[in-house]
C-alpha cells in the first residue's frame, strides 16, 4: 500500500497538494499498485460510459440507421463541443429522424474553450449537441428506437434500456447495485456508486470480453476499436484520454469522469487501473500517469516522449516563463 500525490511547486516549496486513490491490476487480479482504498466507494461518473454503450450495440440501432463508427464513439463520449462532433451529432440526429429537444442531457458551452469562444461569436444558442453527454443520450434514443421502447422516460431508473445498463453494470462487476448508491449524473442519466476493486473488476472483464473471454465480446469488440480509431470523438482535441489513446497505437483505451476519475486498460500488457483524486481536482492526472505508464512500461519511450512533449510537466505563467513544477510520487 502507498500513499499517492500530484504537488504543484512553486519556487522551492509545495503550494498545493492533490492526494490520490489507485488501483492497479494486471489479468490474473494481482495487484500491482494500491493506495488501501479498494472499498471506498465513488461515483464513476463519463469514465463508464463504455458499459453504458453495450446495450445500444445490442439493440441492433447501428445497423437500423447505418450510424458511423464515430457516431459508436461518440455514444462513449464526453465530447468538448467541437464542429467535428457537432458535425457527427447532428448526421446522426438525422439518421434516427429526432428532433435534438428529445435529448434530456440538458445544454452547457462546449467544453473546448476556442469551440466556445466560436460559439459565442456566432450569436448562436447553445443546445443539446453541445452537452458534452449528448452521443450517450442519442445512443439510448437510438437503443429504444430499435427495441419499440418509449423514448420519453428514456432516463428513468424503471425504463428497459436503463435496466439492461444496470443488468451489463452488475454483470461486468460481478456485484449487485443495491437502491441506495442510486444517484443522477449532471446530464440527468442515472449514475451509480461502485467500490475501487469493483470498477476495476468492470475494467478487467472488459479486457477479458474484448479477448473472448467473457460476455458481450461483439458488443465490446465494436465500441473499443470504435474508439481507438477515432480517438478525437471520445473527447477532443485537448482531452487528456483522447490525446493518450492517439499515442498509443491502440495498445489502450482510457476515460476520465468528472471529479477527477480516471480508467485505462492496457490490451497488450492486459492492465487496468482506476484512479480517483480525493478532491476532484483533474489537474492532478497527467503527471501521475505519465509515472504509472512509465512504472509498468504501459507505453514506450517514443511514446512517453510524447506523452510528455503534449502535457509539460512545468509550471509557466502567462509570460511563459517557468515557475515551478508538478510532481507525481509512486
Partial sequence: MKKLKTVFIRGNFTES???IKVLIKNNKNKTLLTTGNENDFIFPRSSVKIFQAIPFVSSNAIKKFNLSKKMIALSCASHRGEDFHLKELENWLGKVNINKSVLKCGSHNPLNPFASEKLMRSNKKINQ???NCAGKHLAM???CRANNHDIKNYLKFSHPHQIEIRKIFEM???NKIKKKYF???GCSAPQYSFRICDINKLLNNLIKSYKNEFTKSYETKILINSIISNPKYIGGSDSLDSDL???SNKNLFCKGGAEGVFLFIDLKKEISGVIKVSDGNERAIPSLIFNIFKKFKVMNNKELYEF????NFNLL???KIKIGSVKSTI
Fill in 183 to 185: 444517484a443522477v449524473d
Fill in 245 to 247: 489513446m492517439k499515442i
Fill in 317 to 319: 505563467n502567462h509570460a
Fill in 17 to 19: 497538494t492533490h492526494e
Fill in 129 to 131: 449537441l453541445h452537452n
Fill in 172 to 174: 461486468f462487476s460481478e
Fill in 308 to 311: 510528455k512533449k503534449k502535457y
Fill in 141 to 143: 434514443i437510438s437503443s
